[in-house]
């Protein structure tokens, strides 16, 4: 199994709403990567977990809070998100420091009204 | 920081070979990576190379590096329609603390 299994496939969501976005793998991948990706450009990284800790935060916005509540999922909780954070939200796993192969999900696709 | 670069677009004919390249500048680098993406949809692995490489070669995939000139490509052989989409190069490098650099993609298009 060398699936990234993400949900919802499509979210359309209002500047006052609270989201979750979700992820899940079953590789035994212990680092989990956030990355916002708009359309037809490369995929730009928001959050590093590894071994279930933060441990990269690229000065992303407090209206995107990442948790992990174990080792298998990841999570993206959105409040009070901005039009220009409509995007494709990818997530990915791999063993920690990228050494073998690094796995994406499909993405949910985010627009915000 | 650490860069990588891909030309923007490649036209071939269905049946032909195509050769997407990237250059990087991470010295670090330990894997490179080769992603396609279709329209819509996520980031499929389609190969990967460590850096003590020259070559890999996985069915109608092949992937070259030049580690001293810090060039890499990815050679389709037998280019079919289904391959229309926009390829990624990344690298990561043991000085980059967990981030994998992505290029700027190379939208591949292929005519029938």
């Known amino acids: 199994d060398t699936e990234v299994t993400q949900t919802p496939k499509h979210l359309v969501m209002g500047m006052t709403n609270k989201k979750s976005l979700k992820c899940e793998q079953h590789?035994?991948?212990?680092?989990m990567y956030w990355y916002k990706q708009k359309a037809k450009k490369p995929p730009e990284l928001m959050f590093v977990?590894?071994?279930?800790?933060?441990?990269i935060n690229e000065s992303v916005p407090s209206r995107f809070s990442p948790e992990c509540p174990n080792s298998s999922l990841l999570n993206l909780h959105l409040h009070a998100l901005q039009p220009e954070d409509s995007a494709l939200y990818l997530c990915?796993?791999?063993?920690?420091?990228?050494?073998?192969?690094?796995?994406f999900g499909q993405g949910t696709r985010l627009t915000v009204v | 920081g650490e860069d990588v670069e891909q030309s923007l677009f490649l036209s071939v004919r269905e049946g032909d070979s195509s050769v997407i390249n990237c250059t990087y500048t991470?010295?670090?680098?330990?894997?490179l990576y080769w992603y396609k993406q279709e329209p819509g949809a996520g980031l499929q692995l389609l190969t990967y190379?460590?850096?003590?490489?020259d070559m890999k070669q996985d069915q109608r995939l092949t992937v070259l590096l030049n580690k001293k000139d810090k060039h890499l490509s990815l050679r389709i052989a037998d280019t079919q329609t289904g391959d229309s989409a926009i390829y990624f190069c990344?690298?990561?490098?043991?000085?980059?603390?967990?981030?994998?650099?992505f290029g700027q993609g190379t939208e591949l298009s292929v005519k029938p």
């Open positions: 990344a690298d990561y490098g043991d000085n980059q603390g967990g981030k994998l650099i």
């Open positions: 190379i460590f850096s003590n490489m």
């Open positions: 977990y590894s071994y279930e800790k933060l441990s």
């Open positions: 990915a796993s791999s063993q920690p420091r990228f050494n073998t192969e690094a796995f």
């Open positions: 590789m035994g991948h212990r680092a």
């Open positions: 991470d010295s670090s680098s330990t894997y």
